[in-house]
């Protein structure tokens, strides 16, 4: 279970929390979990998502249970350093979107004070550790590895399989695109679509 940081008051540094796992696997509702708490405590609060998940909605970040928070949606990482001046808390949905420069992003924020809260992709859909979300893992303070249930399996999932037939890096999607394997479900998923 994450608890809050408890260390000295006076020291001006923020840090890094990075909540990451396959798709299902409840990453963005604990993302809103920690950001409506933040909001609850008075805090000043401010949301990202990359401008291209248009999924559930153009500005919301909401989750696959239709939990949602009011978020900026910005073209580039780079957005987010001008927009976050000012605040305590910055999350940050879907991170593996973004280039590399959220990495630099977030390690600023956290050094001028400010906790930064991030949620994303670990691994994409050929299994590989996806976009900025490695440097991201290296670099926080806190990690929080979440998992979904394997579709086929009933096991822990924690690889987002893609029954589309797209070769594309990106492609947003649900259940329809995607689901979630444990590891046996989805090396044997792997075999059997490269022998179709």
């Avoid at 608890?3 to 396959?22: A, D």
């Avoid at 919301?60 to 350093?81: G, Y």
């Avoid at 998992?147 to 096991?155: E, K, M, S, Y």
């Avoid at 037939?165 to 792997?190: F, H, I, Q, W």
């Amino acid at each position: 279970m994450f608890l809050e940081n408890t260390v000295n008051q006076e020291e001006q540094f923020g840090w890094i929390e990075v909540i990451c796992g396959s798709m299902f696997s409840g990453k963005t509702e604990e993302l809103i979990r920690r950001l409506k708490r933040a909001q609850f405590a008075k805090q000043k609060v401010e949301i990202f998502k990359p401008a291209i998940d248009t999924r559930y909605d153009d500005e919301m970040v909401v989750s696959h249970n239709k939990n949602e928070i009011r978020s900026t949606p910005v073209p580039a990482a780079e957005n987010i350093r001008i927009l976050a001046q000012g605040c305590d808390v910055v999350g940050i949905d879907e991170a593996q979107f973004f280039d590399d420069e959220i990495i630099a992003i977030c390690n600023d924020l956290a050094n001028s004070g400010i906790r930064v809260i991030v949620a994303g992709l670990d691994m994409d859909f050929k299994g590989n550790p996806f976009g900025p979300m490695p440097a991201l893992m290296a670099t926080a303070e806190y990690v929080t590895k979440v998992h979904a249930v394997c579709t086929r399996t009933g096991n822990l999932a924690h690889y987002s399989y893609r029954k589309a037939a797209s070769e594309n890096l990106v492609l947003l999607g649900e259940t329809d695109e995607y689901e979630p394997l444990s590891r046996a479900a989805y090396y044997k998923a792997m075999r059997e679509s490269k022998e179709e």
